[in-house]
């Protein structure tokens, strides 16, 4: 195990505090609206690749298993973005 | 990490490797599979009650949510370290990163009492509303994966100790390291759900 990859994975998890520190500023100080839904959404994609890449070490995996844990880090943060833009149209869709 | 090779010629090495066993990915795409129906649960009753899920942030604690979610990524990285370190033969090394972990656990479950003792007292239950039944039973859920997966640590540690795992074979190591970071996986998804979109 080389030096340089505990140092990145050091980098890694210093980068995570920063980026859930900035998210709780968003929480306490930013105005809610879309810009702010979007940040949040890409920040979650943002950890949610770093922790499957590199924490569970899933970057040159076996390709089906990395595809289905990246896709989560796809599909919720689009769905933050699409609940937030068509909220009546999804709800009009979902009534039983 | 230790790691499984599928034979079919036709697709290169690396991207053939398995960290852990098939098991553990089993019980790792279940659980995220259960994750997700709570999330599309958030979402209906989003879109469904917006007034609440739109207020419901504003009453809980974001120390509490931030505290947690900077817990469980450090503990993720003494996983990490952990792992790396039993790659080096240092398994009491491994072992002391393995006890910084289970000390974030520990800390995580006294957080999320405290909380759930807070909001007890500003009135919120399950019966308040919606979002709070769906935050109750989201975080509650989780709290649980993080009972047994810290339980989990102590008993790789145990392994650890009574030297069962070498440099070359640390699987159940490696196996509750993955666990570990999919419930860390699960709360950063919670996080920005619950505490911090309005």
Partial sequence: MHNSHIKLINYLWVFLILLTLFSAYMAERATPGLTSVCIMAIVLAIKGRIIVDYFMELKEAHVILRALMRIYFYVIPALIILVYLFPEEIAKWTVL | MNTIVFSSPSIPARTRKIPGNMAIWAAILAEMSEFAIMFIVYFLAKVHNPQVFSEGPTKLSTLAGTANTLIMLTSSFFVVRAVIAMRQNKADTSARW???????????????????????????????????????????????????????????????????????????????????????????????LLYVIR
């Fill in chain 2, 98 to 192: 393995l006890w910084a972990a289970v000390a974030c656990g520990a800390l995580y479950l006294i957080i999320k009492l405290f909380e759930y003792q807070w909001n007890t007292s500003q009135g919120l239950s399950t019966e308040t509303n919606i979002f709070y039944a769906v935050y109750y039973y989201v975080t509650f859920n989780h709290f649980l994966h993080v009972g047994w997966g810290t339980a989990a640590i102590i008993w790789v540690i145990y392994r650890l100790k009574t030297n069962i795992y070498t440099q070359e074979e640390h699987e159940g190591l490696i196996n509750i390291a993955l666990y570990w970071h999919m419930i860390d996986l699960a709360w950063i998804t919670i996080f920005p």
